[in-house]
């Protein structure tokens, strides 16, 4: 029983500790903005060798599209200011600022099935999309 005090003491005294400048620790965890899976990434590293470009995908939110935004990608030489930027496998993913607030905590995948071979983006902020997937509306 004495354990399980500690325990809980220890879980509740967590949750108040200050980072530096008073902030929670807790607000310094969280998830992350974009993603991007292996699968992908091998994907990327596969068609940047073969364009001899660095294996940095940038994906862009355009309007238009069936369902009113759409998913735009494009190798890019680099990131610019103020991009979000997830690396995985030595690949990387950029979003500008504008586009990463409709495409926050989505990953980006490759896909190959019978329909093709395609990027898809699982975004937990699209509240309708088309059926191919490269479409979506908030």
Known sequence: ?????????????????AAPGGTS???LVSEPQISLTPSAAKRVAWIA????KPAILRLAVDGG??????YKFDLAPDAETGDAI????????IVDPLSLELVKGSAVDFVEDLGG????????????GCGCGSSFSV
Request: hydrophobic fraction near 35%.
């Open 1 to 17: 029983m004495q354990s399980r005090s500690v325990a809980l003491s220890t879980r509740r005294s967590k949750r108040f500790l």
């Open 25 to 27: 620790y807790l607000a």
């Open 49 to 52: 060798k073969r364009q001899h």
């Open 65 to 70: 599209g069936c369902a009113g935004f759409t």
């Open 86 to 93: 997830a690396e995985t496998d030595g690949v990387k993913l």
């Open 117 to 128: 071979a395609a990027f898809r983006v699982t975004n937990p902020n699209a509240q309708s």
